[in-house]
């Protein structure tokens, strides 16, 4: 079983509508949590981070339930540019560095 | 103030081959992590350099070897070049006193065919 699961997608929605992906975490451990946005051919960055409490920004939100292991990003009033593949991403306790990916869901967002 | 270099941007080689890739940190950071991203794959973590020596290291084969230098930069060695080799390598530099997830950024990567 992999450690980061999400559904790969693709998730085709038009323009204006609100899109949630959804991630699972195996290890109990896991320390933070964070969403990363990787365009096509790219390297990844940073989204956000993910808390217990959520958190927003702009149009996006993300929440955090530890007790499910579960990882969610709401994206509202979606954009062309929105297009991307997301990935939710941990790190564990001692291996603070060590990012762990999951394999990303890819969204296309059309007009 | 230059972000996170890798070098080259794209590589070819044949299987058995041996492949050198560079990667030169964000400035101030001292940290550098290496990442294998294959095709419809999350970045898998390879291993991390600090103080020249490795700090962790990801379940890669021996075949998989690094190096840092004293102004922080980075090699990634590998050995016997396989087709599964194929992958986008991702170097991401981090400062050792934020060593967590919000601290690090990512390199436009090496795209690595092995043919």
């Known amino acids: 079983r992999k450690e980061v699961e999400q559904d790969p997608g693709p998730f085709n929605v038009p323009e204006g509508a609100t899109v949630a992906f959804n991630c699972t975490y195996s290890n109990s451990a896991s320390q933070s949590f964070f969403w990363y946005r990787q365009d096509c051919r790219k390297e990844p960055k940073l989204l956000m981070s993910v808390y217990s409490s959520g958190n927003e920004d702009g149009r996006f939100t993300a929440q955090l339930n530890r007790a499910s292991q579960y990882i969610s990003l709401l994206i509202r009033d979606s954009k062309l540019s929105d297009s991307a593949t997301y990935l939710c991403v941990v790190t564990n306790v001692g291996t603070a560095s060590k990012l762990t990916f999951g394999t990303g869901t890819r969204l296309q967002v059309t007009l | 103030d230059a972000g996170v270099t890798q070098s080259p941007t794209h590589l070819i080689k044949t299987r058995g081959q041996q492949v050198t890739l560079r990667c030169s940190p964000k400035s101030g950071h001292d940290t550098v992590s290496w990442y294998q991203q294959a095709l419809g794959q999350g970045p898998q973590f390879i291993f991390q350099?600090?103080?020249?020596?490795?700090?962790q290291r990801g379940n890669f084969p021996d075949r998989f070897s690094g190096h840092q230098f004293p102004n922080y930069s980075s090699e990634l060695n590998v050995n016997a070049l396989l087709l599964g080799d194929s992958a986008l390598y991702l170097c991401a530099s981090s400062e050792s006193s934020g060593w967590s997830g919000l601290g690090q950024f990512f390199g436009p990567g090496t795209r690595l065919t092995v043919l």
């Open positions: 350099y600090y103080e020249e020596e490795e700090r």
